[in-house]
């Protein structure tokens, strides 16, 4: 049986306060909708269609061409949403599920579930329901002693025996696609907004004899909708809260979940400690047996089995096993450290490979470089690589050795077991196993410091007076 998907994306969300539009706004690091397009896609729905009106085109670029779209130029309602799918999807048999973009925490197993109990009833449509313990604002699910859904009532027009039911409507809906447009057709906008309800084509559905199904979600959560920025951020701690969990049942220890940021594409080996503060972003990959944080900031950074990374910001790095990193580093895009590759604190690393066994222990800058193994690069050492217009390379080769405070001026290479004296400022190529010093010879003068002094006391005096 064909299974399709119909996502609403199209609303502003003024209440959002925001130049960006609603769905885009993300959650754990990807937008709503594209939570919401996981789900439909992990429940296994063959196609899905994504309304889209307002900032169109930025849903577009942020979901790319892997789902179709159809447009809702005027903001007519959701049953004028649901049938501008319809030149897409209206001569399709099967079923479909039509959600909304901005309920980021649906689960594809909720989905599944409610595509199963809606083909196991034959319903023509199936609500997905919630109880929750607060229902005031949300539509009520009334249904006949059978268990049937007879209606769902808004708020304002329920009684006192409705509004004391707790089961909801969540918005999310399975239907036999042909008989969905079929009701949809007959959908009218005589209320006080003049807007057309895709809700109506439930009714519209059991008045023709239909049978009218619905699924309880077991998570109530699932049903949160993001209208504001509140919700926003409720909706961000419920996600990271359920990512962690999920981490910590492969596994991974998490040792304050509370103060702990992974966020959705993140994949963690096992044995793994991660420390409180840490905000592990985009698609970054940690290994197994690994110490992450405290507070490190890594973003689409891979780090291997076996490393230690301290208050580290990285981004688009690539750490190899068993090295150690921080505290207080800075890993810059085209990091790629070598296994058991040591990188201290206050030292920035950009654009350079470091190859194995190395050591950039403390207070170093190494940029656009490439470092053999066995390297030690001693404290305060810099690859100056950028003249003001153009950036160039340095080259270290195997087990050299760079002394503190030296300045290697880009383009440059250093061979193979040479060795840079501390201080020296390095403008030419150094042969392997040469010893290279670039730094003027010191010249003592006897007692001339008490002179220096006391010109410089003389000159203060004069300034005061």
Do not use: W
Not at 10 to 19: D, I, P, T, V
Not at 228 to 247: K, P, T
Not at 398 to 421: C, E, M, Q, R, T
């Amino acid at each position: 049986m064909n299974k399709m998907a119909i996502i609403l994306a199209a609303g502003q969300g003024k209440r959002m306060k925001s130049k960006l539009y609603k769905v885009l706004h993300a959650v754990c690091g990807k937008p709503m909708v594209g939570h919401v397009l996981d789900a439909v896609r992990n429940a296994e729905c063959d196609r899905t269609v994504v309304v889209v009106g307002h900032g169109a085109e930025a849903v577009k670029t942020a979901l790319g061409d892997t789902v179709e779209y159809a447009l809702q130029a005027e903001q007519l309602g959701t049953g004028h949403a649901v049938r501008q799918a319809e030149a897409l999807l209206g001569a399709e048999d099967g079923v479909t599920v039509v959600t909304y973009g901005d309920t980021p925490l649906v689960t594809a197993e909720t989905i599944r579930e409610l595509i199963d109990h809606h083909i196991q009833q034959g319903a023509a449509a199936t609500v997905l329901t919630a109880d929750v313990a607060e229902p005031a604002g949300l539509g009520r699910i009334i249904r006949d002693p059978d268990g049937n859904v007879l209606k769902i009532v808004e708020q304002k027009d329920c009684s006192p025996e409705e509004a004391a039911i707790k089961e909801i409507n969540t918005g999310t809906y399975c239907f036999d696609n042909r008989k969905l447009f079929s009701a949809l057709s007959e959908v009218k906008n005589d209320n006080a907004q003049g807007e057309y309800y895709a809700t109506d084509a439930i009714g519209i559905l059991r008045d023709r004899g239909e049978r009218i199904a619905a699924s309880r979600c077991k998570d109530p959560v699932e049903a949160t909708g993001v209208n504001d920025r509140v919700a926003l951020g409720e909706a961000e701690r419920l996600m990271r809260q359920r990512i962690n969990e999920a981490h910590q049942a492969n596994g991974v220890t998490i040792v304050d979940p509370a103060n702990t940021y992974i966020e959705a594409g993140v994949a963690i080996g096992q044995d793994t400690i991660v420390y409180p503060g840490t905000f592990l972003r985009g698609s970054t990959s940690i290994g197994s047996d690994c110490a992450i944080g405290p507070s490190a900031d890594l973003k689409d950074t891979i780090v291997g089995d076996g490393s230690t990374v301290r208050q580290t910001v990285a981004e688009g790095a690539e750490i190899s096993e068993g090295c150690a990193v921080g505290p207080f580093a800075y890993l810059r895009p085209g990091t790629k450290l070598g296994r058991q590759v040591k990188v201290g604190d206050f030292v920035e690393i950009k654009n350079a490979t470091i190859g194995e066994g190395s050591k950039v222990p403390h207070l170093s800058y190494v940029g656009d470089a490439i470092v053999g193994s066995g390297v030690n690069i001693g404290c305060g050492a810099i690859t100056a690589n950028y003249d003001g217009y153009n950036k160039s390379m340095t080259e270290i080769g195997d087990n050299a050795f760079i002394g503190s405070n030296a300045n290697l001026i880009a383009p440059v290479k250093i061979g193979s077991g040479a060795y840079v004296v501390a201080g020296s400022t390095i403008t030419h190529n150094v042969a392997d196993n040469d010893l290279a010093v670039a730094r003027e010879r010191q010249v003592n003068k006897p007692g001339y410091a008490d002179k220096i002094r006391s010109r410089a006391r003389a000159k203060k005096n004069n300034e005061t007076e």
